[in-house]
Every structure is written in C-alpha cells, then in structure tokens.
C-alpha cells in the first residue's frame, strides 16, 4: 500500500455521536443503524437536484481503529474491492468520502433484517427449511461471484471474504438477499498486507486453516458458508464454548453435534451436504461454493422444498410486518461539530501550548510585580534624599571626638547581594546588644528616625543629659546617611 491511503494531513479525532441532520458532503445523517467489527452505520440520505433524495447506509471506523493507519488501509481496500462487484447478492459500495480527515462510505441501503437478528428472533427455533436454503445459497452464489472475478487485465484476484457469518447476512423484507463487509476479505495479489499476524474473522465462522493463520483460499469461505447452514437449519451454533481458544480447538479438531441432535427428522441427504462442508480436510470439502450451491439446490428439487425469494420474503413479513420505508425528513445541520484536533491546525494551538501560556502569563505577572517593587524604591529614595537636603542643626563640640555608628543595614541593597537579602524580618527579634552612655544602638531603615520624630517623643521636661543625646543621635544619623549616599551613589554626592 502506498502512502496515498495512509491518514489525510488534517486528521481530527473521529467525529462520533452524529445528529439528526448533520451534513458529511452531499449526505444527512438521520439516525444511527448500529456497529459492526470495524465501523459503525448510519442511515442517511443523499441529496441531488430538484428534491431528489436517496436512502443510504454510511459507514465510519470505529473511534479506537480510527487513529491506526493500519485499519484506515483496510477500510479503503474494503471500498476498492467493493466497488469492483456488481452483484445482486453483493451490498453496493456508492461512494468513498472524506470528513474532518475521516474516512467513509455511502453503502446500498438494505430495509430488512440481518441473519443473526433474524435468528435471534426465533427464539431457538430454526427458520422454514426453504427460507434458510434460499439464504445460504444466495450467500453461496455471491461468494462465487467474488471467488471468480477478474481484474480488467484479466487476472484472477483470488477474493477470499473470510468473514462470511450471520451479521453480514442481511435480509430484505422482500425476500433480497445481500452479502455485506468485505473489510477484512484477502486479495491474492496483495497477501503480503494480511501477514500481520492478526486473525480476521469472527470465532466460530473461521475455517480451520484460518485458525491456524494458514494459506486460505476460496474453500475457506465454503467452510464458512456450511456452519452458515448448520446455524440457520437448527438455531444452534456448530462450534460454541465458553473461552474462544476452546471454540478454536473445536473448530481445527471438527468436533460439532449431529444437525439431527437438535431438530428431529433432519433430512439425511442435509446433513451430508453439511458434513462435507464442514471437513477439516480442504481436499474433502466442496471445491468452490458454486459446488455446494448446485447442492443444495439438488436437494430442494428432490425434496420438493420451496426456495423462491416469494416464500423468504413471505417469512420476513409474517414476522416483522410490513415496515414502511424510513422517514428521511430530518432538520439539516450546517455541519459536523468534530473533536479539538490534535495537532496545531489553523493557528489553533495544542493543549501543551496552553501549559506554556500560563507558565508565559506567571512570568510576566511576576516580572510586573518586581518593576513596581523597583519603582517605589527609586521614589522612596528620592523623597529620603529631598528630606536628607533639609539643615541640620550643628553637631555639638562633645560628639566631634567621637567615633560615628557603623552602619548596620542599608535602604538599598548592593549589587553582590541577592534579592532576598533585603529588608528580611526575623521570625523573632533579637535582643540588642549592651550599650554604653556615648554609644547609639544600631539601627536600621525601618528604624532610622526623622529631626521632628525624636522632638515629638521626648518630655518637656527633659535633662541636659538627654538633650546631648539627642544632638549625638541628629549627628550621627546625619553622618549615617551621607556616608550610605557617598558608598552607593558617589557621583551624586559631590
């Protein structure tokens, strides 16, 4: 297979849970029909000019196979080899279309029953022995069909279906028989795609060389086409147990119960036909379904059993009615609302660009908070230098001798320090440390004292001791500050 069937560059997340109405091309979903093995259905309606309108099935992969190139191959393959078969037993492929990246198909639309609900309904009880032959030998003719057909050089294609079983039956309530789902049938010339490993089929259906992932060819399905008959004559399954590797055993060993087990009075020469169906031996069983076809029909001649299409059709209608044709009106949406792509598509960013963007936003956030920090502390100093340039009153003749406080901290921190080293209050204040009568104690920028501050707090009645002292204080937080401004900003000084 060539990269051209592989998943289309504007791949989206399967569009699922469609509404009444919703458009894909040309096509209005109405309602959802049910699910296969690979895909789901729908009933839709195809629109054209002058209010023509058209009953169809559309067919999308199922959500957990739809990411996987892989199944997006087979669902193509399926499409191609559909659309070579023009069969009046074979459900007609209309169209391939493309939604939102997702593939889909536009299938005949068939108003009627698929075998397995049919056998369901039944409760155990088999079909008339005329209806379930007229099922199994149209099933038998359309698999010949498929088996025999040609390329237009040709060549044989080698079709094999492989997946020949009751839900791909399905049965109108006329009496039209169609085989459906040719998704998972081999191509001679394209083996190699089918080495995978993988078995294709459903448990119960598969030949025993499929079981065993052997070489298969047409008398495969002729396997499957005789459980196919042992199931519609006797309600019952040819190979049934609890775990699938038992059904497996079951099926390679060729271990099933007698038809007549189950319905008395089978007919003999029936369970001939079944048993040669059903042999483990390729070499014993029918050589091509054409064979088993022409059997069967031997059989209803002799038997003077009543196979038409009239009889089916009057069975499907005496069980189910007469069903009217489904109603296509429905409210017509614009559009299909898909999933959030995956990918970055027309400019709309992925689910890890939105974590960058807050990361982004945190950062910027946090840098604006530290440009304002910044701001007030090139104002507070500029209102702290305006106060600074105020006179002072001259220093006392005492205090000249004496040496000035050391600076403990300053307003600004400087450049070798770190951020966090600024103005960082301990958990619990320290004790100062001893002073003498000369001395000041130490001080910081929350702490330093204005002239007026030290005026307002003082008694009226202070002594001549504490006035010294406060003169000792005005100077030394004068000398402070103009050594601060002379270490950190020498130009502005002079």
């Known amino acids: 297979m060539g990269s051209g069937v592989d998943l289309p560059t504007n791949r989206q997340h399967t569009i699922r849970g469609l509404s009444p109405g919703t458009r894909l091309g040309r096509y209005a979903v109405v309602r959802r029909i049910g699910s296969g093995g690979m895909a789901e259905l729908y009933l839709a309606r195809l629109d054209g000019p002058e209010g023509f309108a058209k009953a169809v099935a559309l067919k999308l992969m199922h959500p957990y196979l739809s990411d996987d190139a892989h199944f997006a191959r087979m669902f193509l393959k399926e499409a191609r080899i559909a659309a070579q078969i023009e069969h009046p037993s074979i459900v007609q492929v209309l169209d391939v279309g493309e939604f939102g990246g997702e593939y889909f198909m536009a299938l005949e639309f068939v108003h009627g029953k698929d075998l397995r609900r049919v056998l369901a309904d039944q409760k155990g009880k088999p079909m008339p022995l005329g209806c379930a032959l007229r099922v199994v030998m149209d099933v038998g003719r359309a698999l010949h069909y498929a088996h025999r057909l040609r390329d237009p050089g040709g060549r044989a294609l080698g079709i094999v279906h492989r997946d020949v079983s009751p ?3 399905l049965i109108s309530y ?3 028989v169609k085989l ?8 001679a010339e394209r083996s190699n795609a089918t080495a995978s490993g993988m078995l294709k089929g459903k448990m119960g259906y598969m030949s025993p060389e499929q079981c065993l992932q052997e070489h298969v060819d047409a008398r495969s399905d002729v396997f499957s086409l005789g459980v196919l008959l042992y199931e519609a004559t006797t309600a019952r399954r040819a190979f049934f147990a609890e775990q699938p590797v038992a059904v497996m055993n079951k099926v390679i060993d060729g271990r099933w119960r007698p038809p007549d087990h189950f319905v008395p009075g089978y007919p003999g020469a029936l369970h001939e036909i079944v048993a040669r169906a059903l042999s483990v031996d390729v070499d014993k069983r029918f050589q091509s379904a054409e064979a088993m076809v022409e059997a ?4 209803a001649a002799e038997l003077e059993i009543d196979t038409r299409v009239e009889a089916l059709g009057g069975f499907m209608q005496e069980r189910y009615g007469q069903p009217a044709l489904p109603d296509l009106e429905v409210p ?7 999933r959030a792509p995956v990918t970055e598509v027309h400019g709309f960013a992925p689910m890890g660009s939105l974590e960058s963007r807050s990361r982004s936003r945190r950062l910027v956030t946090g840098a604006a908070l530290v440009g304002v920090l910044v701001l007030g502390g090139v104002l507070g100093w500029q209102v702290a230098r305006s106060t600074d340039g105020a006179p002072a009153p001259a220093p006392a003749p005492a205090a000249v001798g004496s040496a000035p406080a050391p600076v403990q901290a300053a307003a600004v921190a400087s450049p070798e320090l770190p951020a966090n080293d600024v103005a960082v209050a301990p958990s619990e204040p320290e004790a100062p440390p001893p002073t003498t009568e000369d001395e000041d104690p130490p001080q910081t920028a929350l702490d330093e004292p204005t002239e ?3 005026v307002e707090d003082e008694p009226a009645k202070a002594t001549k001791r504490k006035g010294k002292r406060r003169k000792k204080r005005s100077t030394s937080t004068k000398s402070e500050t103009e050594r601060a401004r002379e270490i950190l900003f020498p130009t502005s000084s002079k």
């Open 296 to 299: 069967l029909e031997r059989l």
């Open 180 to 187: 459906a789902d040719f998704g998972v049938a081999k191509v």
């Open 452 to 454: 007026d501050s030290v």
């Open 332 to 338: 017509t949406l614009d559009m299909a609302r898909p």
């Open 174 to 176: 006329q009496g039209a």
């Open 167 to 169: 839900s791909n039956v």
